[in-house]
T-cell receptor
Framework: DAGVIQSPRHEVTEMGQEVTLRCKPISGHNSLFWYRQTMMRGLELLIYFNNNVPIDDSGMPEDRFSAKMPNASFSTLKIQPSEPRDSAVYFC????????????FGQGTRLTVV | RKEVEQDPGPFNVPEGATVAFNCTYSNSASQSFFWYRQDCRKEPKLLMSVYSSGNEDGRFTAQLNRASQYISLLIRDSKLSDSATYLCVVNTNAGGTSYGKLTFGQGTILTVHP
């Protein structure tokens, strides 16, 4: 299996632009998580899906952030408009639902908003 | 109060030392627990699950105290290659479901020096 695949790996954009981050979970995994990591705040859970349905989006910082999971093999996280404070590493992780099952992370997207 | 709290460190220890990390969680309904390791500029990866009876994997020992809502990780005979950030992770299942919300602590930075 190729693991969790995220794209792009790096993104530099200007303030005010729309940014779309993409994630392909591991086949057969039915839960998907989006996290944001910064030095100051660590790994923050933004939103998670189970069977393509958003379960908890309380971590989404504001209305500029939105996430979708149109099918079991694809999810997007969109920021519109982007701001410099959105600069961070965004990770996607997938897991096969259950108790002691391992979450696998993608390599992350390093976003810089200038 | 954060859902999962860790001492961020950093811990600087010599090779061969024993080092312990602690973590507390706030939701008593949390059901499964893990330690992840994250190397610099890499994604987090599972180090070990934490079972109620405590468990050991080579030089690593994890303990769980549900009454105190406390998790620990002990590393014996530290190696240079143990230098990383160690993340405490708590899985809290949504009521009546098999899927859960994975919440990460801020991480504890460990540096092992010669």
């Amino acid at each position: 299996d190729a693991g969790v695949i995220q794209s792009p790996r790096h993104e530099v954009t200007e303030m005010g632009q729309e940014v779309t981050l993409r994630c392909k979970p591991i086949s057969g995994h039915n839960s998907l998580f989006w996290y944001r990591q910064t030095m100051m705040r660590g790994l923050e859970l933004l939103i998670y899906f189970n069977n393509n349905v958003p379960i908890d989006d309380s971590g989404m910082p504001e209305d500029r952030f939105s996430a979708k999971m149109p099918n079991a093999s694809f999810s997007t996280l969109k920021i519109q408009p982007s701001e410099p404070r959105d600069s961070a590493v965004y990770f996607c992780a997938s897991i096969r639902a259950g108790g002691y099952t391992e979450a696998f992370f993608g390599q992350g997207t390093r976003l810089t908003v200038v | 109060r954060k859902e999962v709290e860790q001492d961020p460190g950093p811990f600087n220890v010599p090779e061969g030392a024993t080092v312990a990390f602690n973590c507390t969680y706030s939701n008593s309904a949390s059901q499964s627990f893990f330690w992840y390791r994250q190397d610099c500029r890499k994604e987090p990866k599972l180090l070990m699950s934490v079972y109620s009876s405590g468990n050991e994997d080579g030089r690593f020992t994890a303990q769980l105290n549900r009454a105190s809502q406390y998790i620990s990780l002990l590393i014996r005979d530290s190696k240079l290659s143990d230098s990383a950030t160690y993340l405490c992770v708590v899985n809290t299942n949504a009521g009546g479901t098999s899927y859960g919300k994975l919440t990460f602590g801020q991480g504890t930075i460990l540096t092992v020096h010669p």
